[in-house]
């Protein structure tokens, strides 16, 4: 079990709109202080998902870049590009992301329904994902919605190797509305399926957020957190803001022993290139 935490924020996502979300962080300086506000409570990687100048999720590579920029220039955070994106975004400008150039980058391993919606990610954008981020020297994390996810990483690995860097990491992302249950339970069946050597983390999504966070610090695993996944801290109570996501987490890290990792320590732990 590793000795500390690492912990990912994902501040946005493309789900949420900002008009129903006031506090959701879409410009490029909301970002950016939203960014070094939770590195400075304990996280050491951002996911990141980009909205445009109508606050609308948005691939388009010069303001993926741009904010890829702010959040280099004002944290020293692990950037991980979401490659995911929304779901009505083509696999073509989702493999696109990757000329951003970020440390890493997230990898669906199989379609998904999500809420009324279908999350595709066919086996043949997996391929290309991970191939093109070995190539390009970037890390991957696993997002796995569901049991099954785990196999499809088996036999990617199996058929095309490690990804850059050498370690696996797997991120669980559970109660969506269509993929597995943000239960401890289910986080346990998924863990015997692991690859040899990888770690993991975990986020729950709505109301699953603390029993999946407590199941996974239990577990030995790393945590993501953020509006992206959360937007109700407590019942009746809206979410203030990513760095109060962050900060729980923080809190119960260090309440299980396994503080907070630091950026420097994450960038090794991940296997990227300082
Ligand atoms: N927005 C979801 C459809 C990822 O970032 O890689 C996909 C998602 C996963 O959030
Ligand atoms: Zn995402």
Known sequence: ????TLITVAPTGAESAKADVPALPVTVEEVAATAKDCQA????????HVRDEDTKPTLDLGRVREVVGAVRESTDLVVQLSSGGAVTDTFDARLAVLDAEPDAASLTLGTVNFGRDVFANPWDLIVELHTQ???RRIVPEYEVFDLGQLATLTRLLDKYGLPHGGHVHVDFVM???GGMPGTTQALAACLPHLPPGATFAATGV???SLP?????????????VGMEDTLTYAPGEP??????LVARAAGLARIAQRPPMSTDDARRFLGIEE
């Not at 079990?1 to 500390?4: D, G, I, P, Y």
């Open 1 to 4: 079990m590793t000795s500390s």
């Open 41 to 48: 409570i304990g996280a050491s990687v951002i996911h990141l």
């Open 133 to 135: 981020m070995q190539q």
């Open 175 to 177: 109660g969506v509305p």
């Open 206 to 208: 709505g109301r699953t």
């Open 212 to 224: 999946v966070m407590l199941g996974a610090l239990s577990a030995g695993g790393h945590l993501r």
């Open 239 to 244: 979410v203030r803001d990513n760095a109060q």
